[in-house]
């Protein structure tokens, strides 16, 4: 399942076209806000996707029947920019349990890259819903790589992918090494440049959320 927030007109329209905007780019803070905000229009359509059971609720005039959610959640984030996605999400499952990977490209003085994995921190995912957050969804490997090294903490009944921008290429990965895995986006650009960069994209979310980086 991939769902496209962008083929719908909503609010998330305007989080995502603002995301891209290179002059409200400038403003950190706003951009970090807009990623946690589709982190939490993220949370709120995933949610429609969930088990739910029937509970009682007293209250100080008698008693409300409701269906709640019964599932465990897990929030995956992969680091550093998944951090705003993640909180947004976190305000809405806020009695979720989270794991967080590091992951970044290691790059090689002839131009080409890999993914490094240098740390997991990971609750027990048995039987849980998983959601792991990644900004930018561009080749599909830091990802794929990240549900790999997850798999040794348990095996989650729902695993669900959120990124803000995806590219055509990363998708396809994800469903050809996951294809159980549900996949939620902002919008899917059908371009990756030749050093593997969604176009249009929106640049670095990582840097543009919390300051340039120098490269290792």
Known sequence: MVVNLSDKNSLTNRFVAELRDVHIQ???????????RLGE??????SQKLNYQAQSVETPLGVAHHSLPADRIVLATILRAGMPMHQGMLNY???A???FISAYRRHHKDGSFEIALEYV???NL???VLILCDPMLATGASVALALEA????GVPSQVHVVTAIASRQGID???RTLPQAGIWAGAIDEELTAKSYIVPGLGDAGDLAYGPKLQA
């Open 126 to 128: 048995q039987d849980c």
């Open 121 to 123: 921190s990971c609750p």
């Open 26 to 36: 400038k403003d950190r803070m706003r951009f970090r806000r807009n990623l946690e």
């Open 173 to 175: 990965h994800i469903r």
């Open 93 to 95: 499952f806020d009695d």
């Open 150 to 153: 997850l798999r040794k903490f």
């Open 41 to 46: 229009v993220m949370a709120y359509e995933i």
């Open 97 to 99: 349990e989270n794991a």
